[in-house]
């Protein structure tokens, strides 16, 4: 693989991670319109930590197809940032089904 296109996956993969790391931190909606932080919410700490370890899973499986970017494994990396991609839209679809409200209840 070219170097350039090998940088340029690298810098596109890092950004990706932080922003996945960067998104649980974000405030969320709350009631009457107004935003909140997770960490302002008074949730306890074994709440916080499912709920951080549950946004950052992907962006650490992410990390390891950096590592083995970084190591000129070309196709175990691509396999794993697929996976990640996959996994990341499976579960976006599901939320959007969940709390969309014009598509009903699921039965």
Do not use: N
């Amino acid at each position: 693989m070219p170097s350039d296109i090998r940088r340029s996956t690298l810098r596109l993969a890092v950004a990706a991670v932080i922003v996945g790391l960067a998104i649980p931190l974000l405030p969320v909606f709350g009631e009457g319109g107004r935003l909140a932080f997770i960490f302002s919410q008074g949730l306890p700490v074994r709440f916080l930590i499912i709920y951080l370890l549950r946004w950052w899973a992907s962006a650490l499986v992410a990390v390891v197809g950096i590592w083995f970017l970084k190591r000129d494994r070309a196709a175990p990396a691509g396999g794993v940032f697929l996976a990640v991609g996959l996994v990341v839209a499976i579960g976006v679809a599901g939320e959007v089904l969940v709390t969309a409200p014009h598509f009903g209840r699921w039965q």
